[in-house]
């Protein structure tokens, strides 16, 4: 049973990076059948995906076009976690931000399961 | 606002049938791309209800359904329960933004 476990800062700073990292047990980072997803979730923007890393043979790397320029999503094969990192952060990047496993289903199609618990991220001075 | 329009609420007595709507366009769901489903009590994380348009993972009961047609996916959810109380929402693919996409979410109270 695959579960996430997320850490990082629930505090940043205007301007700063944001870094939250997801750590998985029950599955490994560089599988090759799973993707490993940011997902953040406000009143104003709702459910948000923001990007995802996978291991097809070598490392590749999606993003959202609303965030594609400060973005990165990055694996750790030695401690099988992922990151995510996010620049230049305004007021309007306060969520909660999800980590989850992407499935890819036999026609293609893509769905979340599991998520991890979610961290509240609050950009403020 | 949200590429997958649903509902912001709906409530039924407990027993009874619910279904919460869908409705993407010709970028998403009217594409062909499946439309899955999500439960998220309050204060939780989302958690995988329906994937595929209609099938349940193992552990999801029976009285959850989904279905897809044209444009817009519905999902029912019958003999309510108290514990049915939560935020349900639809996810898709969106071949024009080239990423994945969520509905505005729909609060489920059971009266």
């Known amino acids: 049973q695959v579960q996430l476990q997320q850490s990082g800062p629930g505090l940043v700073k205007p301007s700063q990076t944001l870094s939250l990292t997801c750590a998985i047990s029950?599955?490994?980072?560089?599988?090759?059948?799973?993707?490993w997803n940011w997902i953040r979730q406000s009143p104003s923007r709702g459910l948000e995906w923001l990007g995802r890393?996978?291991?097809?043979?070598?490392?590749?790397?999606d993003y959202a076009v609303s965030v594609k320029s400060r973005i990165s999503i990055n694996p750790d094969t030695s401690k099988n976690q992922f990151s995510l990192q996010l620049n230049s952060v305004t007021p309007e990047d306060t969520a909660v931000y999800y980590c989850?496993?992407?499935?890819?289903?036999?026609?293609?199609?893509?769905?979340?399961?599991?998520w991890g618990q979610g961290t509240l991220v609050t950009v403020s001075s | 606002q949200s590429v997958l329009t649903q509902p912001p609420s709906v409530s039924g007595a407990p027993g009874q049938r619910v279904t919460i709507s869908c409705t993407g366009s010709?970028?998403?769901?009217?594409?062909?791309?499946?439309v899955h489903w999500y439960q998220q009590p309050p204060g939780t994380a989302p958690k995988l209800l329906i994937s595929?348009?209609?099938f349940r993972p193992s552990g999801v009961p029976n009285r959850f359904s989904g279905s897809k047609s044209g444009t817009s996916a519905s999902l029912a959810i019958t003999g309510l329960q108290a514990e049915d109380e939560a935020d349900y929402y639809c996810?898709?693919?969106?071949?024009?933004?080239?990423?994945?996409?969520f509905g505005g979410g729909t609060k489920l109270t059971v009266l």
């Open positions: 029950g599955d490994s980072v560089s599988s090759n059948s799973a993707a």
């Open positions: 989850a496993k992407g499935i890819r289903g036999w026609n293609g199609q893509n769905w979340f399961d599991p």
């Open positions: 595929g348009n209609s």
């Open positions: 010709s970028s998403n769901i009217g594409a062909g791309y499946d």
């Open positions: 890393t996978y291991y097809r043979s070598k490392w590749y790397n």
């Open positions: 996810q898709s693919y969106d071949s024009s933004l080239s990423a994945w996409v």
